[in-house]
């Protein structure tokens, strides 16, 4: 069992644009200061550079908001037009106050503003451009994955993160949007514990573990640091899914009843 | 500003039993294997060590359950003595449903079963032994804290954590429940992104990121890991406490009304 687990920001990685191979990058960055990546390390990846590589950028003067996106913004105090793709990227609408939309972003998890964000994209001629979350972030994680496996040879997990708030603590923590190659719940109910008794019931969200992780030193979007490896982390292999974390809804004590989308 | 972090296990822990001083004991450990601590890092302590060492202990056969927690273990199925110590350990209960007692702890935060757990305490002529929380985390985190500079001559920080569960993911995470030499939450909302935006108000809550990570390394209570060493953690020093973390009940979207306590 692993004794010692390492982060470990890769430096240099570029602004990234639409089309851009970000293994290959990460790879070349890494070389460049004599890093290199070894067989059962994780890759996180920040949302942003995924999301920017995938080109999912929508400039707002594009935008036509919705009747429902008008309604909305008059509480969120948002851009109409940033509200109309936070309901786009949304299969419901949890909660809305000023400056806020907790949404079920399109992928299944509950978060604020669907991810779609504004800071750290490149002003094209003033206008205001916008991400959103890859499509379907775990198949971007396996892409990932297999490229930067068939690259260097090694074979290694990905995870895609953004922070996400959470209910009853202030704060944003690293939170799992995307996986590859690891499983993201490690079931210990099973397992005996110092004398024998078994545990309670508890699952352990390790793919949410690494992720918080990573984030703290990551930090945000604008700093620039979008890609860290670690090395030494404890992880089950195996196809493992975002969806494995979403709580099923019959089970979630907290959700709120869904507000018109 | 730190490019790598490393969580290290302190090896050889123990059984603690109460009265023992925890600091000099992984000190101690450290040392038989070459390990020293260093300024600047942060010491993690599982709860259930620290409450041991303080000796939050109820043997089940000293309470005798009131009327309410007998009305609760119907729904829980748990031994109605042991909602009867979960509620004597509770300021609200939120949800009550089989297996489990949600509710906002004496500390202020909301947790499962008020952190009282029956696993991996020594059992003493046949009874169940139950473990409290810290009375004050916080306080006990800075006792930690002072206790490990004086003996070290380095400056650290100290976090008690513990695993609990999330609204809307399925799994438990490392969560911080004492502090003691750094802040908790970092304000990013200042700080301009690489294209001279400014972020959206974006407070990250560092210690809940240093937690995850060395909960991932720590496992659970039965795994006799119960100190982790992180080296090279980004944080701001200071006077912080887990009340930093807990969200103001009007500012709480997600929290449900009180039940009968």
Redesign the interface.
Known sequence: M????????V?GIP?INPGDDLPQIVLREMAAVGMALQDGDVVIFAQKVVSKSEGRLVPLDTVVPSARALEVAKVTEHDPRLDEVILRESNEVL?V?K?LL?VEQRTG??CANAGV???????ADGEIVVSLLPLDPDASARSLRDRLCALSGVRVAVLIID?HG??????????TIGVAGLL???D?RG?????G??????????A??????A???M??????RPVIVVRG??YERGEGSVA????ERAL?????EALPL
């Open positions: 692993e004794n010692s687990t390492t982060y470990t920001v430096p602004l909660k106050r400056g907790i998890f509950i964000d504004r800071s750290n994209i490149e002003p922070t959470r209910a009853f603590r202030n704060g944003v923590v690293g939170t993201p719940l490690r210990a397992e005996a514990d110092l004398f008794f078994h545990l309670q019931h508890t699952i352990i969200c390790t949410d573990e690494i992720a918080a992780g984030s703290m030193l930090g945000q979007s604008g700093e620039g982390a404890r494995d974390i979403i709580r979630d004590l907290f959700r709120p």
